[in-house]
C-alpha cells in the first residue's frame, strides 16, 4: 500500500472534527503532489536521447548498514551517474545563497520556508559515492533536482546544484554528461548489475506512530474499497457493503496491508480482530 493511499484510509478513519484533520489532509495533497511530479519526469524522460548506452532506474532504494537512502530516478552511462530528485512545489521560488534557506510565495503572497533541495541532493550523490566505492564500481556521482509544478517561477538563480523544471530536463541532463569523459564500459555495465541485486524497500512507519495517532482515535470496522464506508460485513461467504452494496471474495490481503500501515508491523490476530470489528 502506498503512503497516499494509506493516508487516504486514515482519513477515513478519522471524524471530519479531529484536531489533527487540516494537517493530515494537508500531507495527503503533498504526498499526492509528489507522486504526480515523478509521473511527469518519468513521462518527460522519453524526450532523452543520447548515442552512448545508458540505463535509469526509478525509485530506487539502497543502503550501507542502517543508513537507507531513496532516489526518485537515477541514470547511469558510462560516463557518469546522475541522482534525479523530483521537487513538486509551486509559486514564486527564491534561494538565498548567503544563509542556505529556500522558500516559495504562493498566489495570496504568503512565504513558506522549506529545506534547501541541495543540501540532501548533495547527501545522497554522497552516499553513493560511498555505496559505489563499496561495490568496486569506479564511477563519478552528479545529481539533478527538477522542479515539476506547472506554476513556478525561480525568482533567484540557485548556484548550490544542478537544478532545472521539468521542460528543460532532457537538455540539462546531456549538458551535464558532456562535462564528464567516458570512463570505461565495464563501471557501468558493473553498475548496472549491481544496484538491480542491492535495492533495498523503504521500511515507512506506521501512520499513527508517525503522526503520533492514539489507535483508539480511529474507527474500528472495514473500509469499503468503492464508497470508503466502514460498513463491510461477511455474508453467504462473501463481504459486502451494507452502504452501496459491493461484494469482495477475499480481502484478507488487503486488511493486513492497511493494519501494516496505519497500526503495526508486527501482526496479531487479536490486534487485526480488534481493529477491524471481526
Sequence with gaps: MSEAEAMRH??????????????LESELHNREAGIRG???????????????????????????????VQFDGLLLTARCAIIIESKNISGELSFDEATGEFYRK?????????????????KNIYFLQQWFQRQGVSMPVGGLIVFTAKQCEFMTKPTLAEMC??????????????KYPPVCDGAFQEAVRQIPQHLTPYKRRPLCDKYFIPVQDLKKGILCTKCRALNVQLMERSWICGTCGVRERD????????YVALVNGELTN???RDFFGI
Design 10 to 23: 486514515l482519513l477515513a478513519r478519522l471524524d471530519f472534527s479531529y484536531l489533527q484533520r487540516t494537517y
Design 165 to 178: 523544471k521539468l521542460y528543460g530536463m532532457p537538455g540539462r541532463l546531456i549538458e551535464m554528461l558532456k
Design 106 to 122: 504562493n498566489t495570496d503572497g504568503e512565504r513558506q520556508v522549506f529545506d534547501h533541495p541541495a543540501v540532501q541532493l548533495n
Design 38 to 68: 515523478e509521473s511527469r519526469i518519468e513521462s518527460k524522460f522519453k524526450e532523452f536521447f543520447i548515442p552512448e548506452a545508458y540505463e535509469v532506474l526509478w525509485d530506487v532504494g539502497l543502503s550501507i548498514g542502517d543508513w537507507h
Design 251 to 258: 480481502i484478507g490481503g488487503r486488511l493486513v496491508d492497511e
Design 270 to 272: 487479536r490486534g487485526m
